[in-house]
């Protein structure tokens, strides 16, 4: 039986940099009801707090929810309130690699923009984040840009060569994820079995980014059972029928 579902966030369970939506709210919440439910995302937590935590209800049922941003090297636990668990930045020499490393990589793929919307660059303490289009970018703007992810695809190709000592993920619609290795999706699905001490083979993971190089394949090389989704309307039916299922056990 299956006692933890996780999932990705953005292109998940909300339109990138989006908020959840009133279904996706109430289904949530009802699905904290009856299972632990836990949140793996590149998104830093700001991103949590304004995309999902704003958007459910607020009670004992959050002690059933587990939070990791920034690909899981970062651990949010409710008690009181949320609580830190650990956090595995960079040092700043490391980060001044990144950023120098991300620089060279648009402009060796030619991805160049003339129209952006705020910082490309996001420096999230454990792991750095290139949103092509920024941060604030429109979504219709970001759905059209890298809708096959052949665009980021070049400049991860160059990122690897760049910085071997990093991994380099694709997720989102437009970004491209840094992080040390080891410290990806498969981590906090790792750092849920530990913190939780629930086995893996009873989680299941729902992600848009569930290929290889994409940055939801770490939670399936893990073990967990994935889901792999296209857009949140789909995962709204995939947790109508977990619960379903869940219910009847």
Sequence with gaps: ???????????????????????????LDSLLGIVKVAVISGGAWPQFEKQVLAHLSQGEALRNLSLLPTCGTKFYQYESGWRLLYSEDFTDTQKKKIVNSLKQATDVAEHALENVWGNVIQDRGSQIT??????????????????????????????????????????????????KHGIDKGYGIRKLRDVLRIPIDQMIFVGDAVFPGGNDYPAKQAGALTIEVSDPHETKRVIEAIAACLGRN
């Design 130 to 179: 290139f949103s092509a289009l920024g941060q604030e970018a429109p979504l219709d703007e970001k759905k059209k840009w890298d809708p096959d992810f052949s665009k980021r695809k070049k400049i991860k190709a160059v990122l690897d060569e760049l910085l071997p000592e990093f991994t380099v993920r694709l997720g989102g619609a437009t970004s491209i994820d840094i992080t």
């Design 1 to 27: 039986m299956k006692t933890l579902i996780a999932f990705d966030l953005d292109g998940t369970l909300a339109e990138s940099k989006s908020s959840i939506d009133i279904e996706m709210g109430r289904l």
